[in-house]
Nanobody, 114 residues
Framework: QVQLVESGGGLVQPGGSLRLSCAAS????????MAWYRQAPGKQRELVAD???????NYAASLKGRFTISRDNVKNTVYLQMNNLKPEDTGVYYC????????WGQGTQVTVSS
C-alpha cells in the first residue's frame, strides 16, 4: 500500500523556519515527480513547489526565495525548507507524488503566529 507520510509541521513565530519531510513507501520513488501543496483555511489548495524525478524544481512565484524543495532518492523522502515564515503561510501542507499514478499524503499543519 502506497503511503506518503508528512512530518515537521508545527507552530512557529513569524520570521522562523520549518523543514517539512515526506517519506514515501511502496512506490518507485526515483521515478516520481514530487510536490508540496498547501491549503489555507477557506481557500483552495495551491501548489507550493515541485521537483521532477531528475531534480528540476519549480516554485510558486510568491514563494520563490523563501522555500526550497529537495529530494533524497536513497531515503525516498522529499523535503520543503521554509524560511522567513509569514502568517499567510499558515495552512495544511500536503505531499503529492505523480508518475503513472497520483498519491496524496494526509497533510501536516503549519501555523505561523506570534
Amino acid at each position: 500500500q502506497v503511503q506518503l507520510v508528512e512530518s515537521g509541521g508545527g507552530l512557529v513565530q513569524p520570521g522562523g523556519s520549518l523543514r517539512l519531510s515526506c517519506a514515501a513507501s511502496e512506490i518507485m520513488f526515483s521515478m516520481y515527480a514530487m510536490a508540496w501543496y498547501r491549503q489555507a483555511p477557506g481557500k483552495q489548495r495551491e501548489l507550493v513547489a515541485d521537483i521532477s524525478s531528475g531534480g528540476r524544481t519549480n516554485y510558486a512565484a510568491s514563494l520563490k526565495g523563501r522555500f526550497t524543495i529537495s529530494r533524497d532518492n536513497v531515503k525516498n523522502t522529499v523535503y520543503l525548507q521554509m524560511n522567513n515564515l509569514k502568517p499567510e503561510d499558515t495552512g495544511v501542507y500536503y505531499c503529492y507524488a505523480y508518475y503513472r499514478a497520483k498519491y496524496w499524503g494526509q497533510g501536516t499543519q503549519v501555523t505561523v503566529s506570534s
